[in-house]
């Protein structure tokens, strides 16, 4: 009797720690979706970003996508600022990350390379990473010290 009360919650338990490595396993070659989305603002530019604000969301990124149109991108939200590296693994796209402080300031761009292994760093803490296409921050003339709008930016002001 004991075992068979034991063995839900050891299955359940199981269960639970293999979750993530089963999302995971589930986006190997395929892109993940279904994030939510929210509205940035860089001056007079809009970008519509999906968020990645879990463990494995964050892992995924933008792996595995073909395409990404020009006014989308992918805002990455840590629980508190740290220091943030970022790499290209399984990413065919070539990217830009803007490096962003809790008030939206752009701290640093680094352009990153598809499928490098390469660590593309914050030169500070930041709680908060957007992944564009390369090249999009330069086109808009964005640089480091430049803010972003919206609302994960202006709740934690």
């Not at 805002?75 to 830009?96: D, I, S, Y």
Request: net charge positive; hydrophobic share 45%; with cysteine.
């Amino acid at each position: 009797m004991i075992r068979l009360t034991r063995l839900p919650r050891r299955i359940a338990l199981l269960l639970l720690c293999l979750a993530p490595v089963a999302a995971l396993a589930q986006a190997q070659g395929e892109p993940q979706s279904g994030l939510p989305r929210v509205h940035l603002s860089a001056g007079m530019y809009q970008i519509e970003a999906q968020v990645a604000a879990t463990p494995t969301q964050r892992e995924i990124g933008l792996m595995f996508r073909k395409e990404m149109p020009q006014q989308e991108g992918m805002l990455f939200v840590f629980e508190q600022a740290a220091p943030q590296c970022f790499w290209m693994k399984n990413t065919l796209l070539p990217l830009t990350a803007a490096f962003i402080a809790e008030d939206g300031r752009i701290v640093n761009l680094a352009d990153m390379q598809p499928q490098t292994t390469d660590n593309h760093c914050s030169s500070e803490p930041v709680r908060f990473v957007l992944e564009m296409n390369q090249g999009w921050f330069e086109r808009k003339n964005i640089k480091a010290g430049s803010r972003l709008g919206g609302s994960p930016f202006s709740a934690t002001r």
